[in-house]
């Protein structure tokens, strides 16, 4: 009979990980902004990697002439406003999320698409394999995007996710999270991350997350709450940058 593994022991993997890493650091290693693939308390992560060498294209061009194509045309003034893709108001805690998408030198990386998807307001997503006993939400679909502007800024209003179970092992609970994709010049140009909410319970439990050993790292996947940015009686307000490469880089899943 498998012996059930439980959080005790994915929290004692973890602070392992966390130790080696920090020794290693001690010793003259470089920090490290990205976790290893096989990273052992994300138990599925051996599965959400590539196990061979990639196949080199001798043309990669070519890869775009059957692919799909986005521009400023083919994103409409209210997809970044997850609240209204449907007849009636999402239930949840309505905020807005705004930041900058920008290179190691911190200039703005223009017309860039950026699309997030999420769990509802009760941690579920709209999705058939999601079959937890959450409530859906007839009106929150939890998808959004839009383009980045001149300055490099993006902005999505939407709810505030909930925590949700999943089965990496026992008693298992993701903290709530918005998930980001971001595209360069083409579909094949894709880089995909998560933004955290600040102060959450759940972080020390998360395998995902802690995966991040660098700590600096780790904290700038956290957005910082700002209430300059809440819209009184309607919303609060969340920013978080993120920074494509450089020291300052923002943890992309599957590395690089």
Same mark, same amino acid.
């Given at each position: ?26 010793? @003259? =290693? ?7 693939? $096989?990273?052992? !308390?994300? %138990?599925?992560? #051996? ?104 300055? @490099? =800024? ?7 996710? $909930?925590?949700? !179970?999943? %089965?990496?092992? #026992? ?86």
């Amino acid at each position: 009979m498998t012996t059930p593994l439980t959080q005790a022991r994915i929290s004692e993997e973890i602070a392992e990980q966390r130790e080696a890493y920090a020794k290693a650091v001690a010793a @003259g =290693a470089p920090g490290r902004s990205h976790p290893d693939r $096989g990273y052992a !308390p994300y %138990r599925s992560s #051996v599965l959400r990697h590539p196990g061979k060498p990639l196949v080199a294209l001798h043309d990669p061009e070519a890869v775009e002439l059957s692919g799909p194509v986005f521009g400023v045309t083919d994103v409409t003034a209210l997809d970044h406003d997850l609240t209204r893709r449907h007849r009636g108001e999402p239930l949840g805690e309505r905020i807005r999320v705004i930041g900058r998408v920008l290179d190691r030198d911190g200039r703005p990386v223009r017309g860039q698409l950026v699309e997030v998807w999420q769990a509802n307001a009760s941690g579920r997503y709209a999705h058939q394999r999601d079959d937890h006993p959450a409530p859906l939400d007839p009106n929150f679909t939890g998808v959004g995007r839009c383009l980045t502007d001149d300055q @490099g =800024a993006y902005e999505f209003v939407t709810v505030k996710p $909930g925590a949700y !179970p999943w %089965r990496n092992h #026992v008693n298992a609970w993701r903290p709530a999270h918005i998930h980001f994709s971001l595209f360069g010049n083409a579909f094949t140009q894709r880089l995909i991350t998560q933004m955290y909410f600040p102060g959450d319970p759940l972080f020390a439990y998360d395998p995902i997350l802690q995966s991040v050993t660098d700590d600096s790292a780790r904290r700038r996947l956290v957005a910082t709450y700002d209430h300059d940015l809440s819209t009184p009686e309607w919303s609060l307000g969340y920013r978080w940058d993120i920074v494509l490469d450089g020291p300052a880089a923002t943890w992309i899943e599957e590395g690089r």
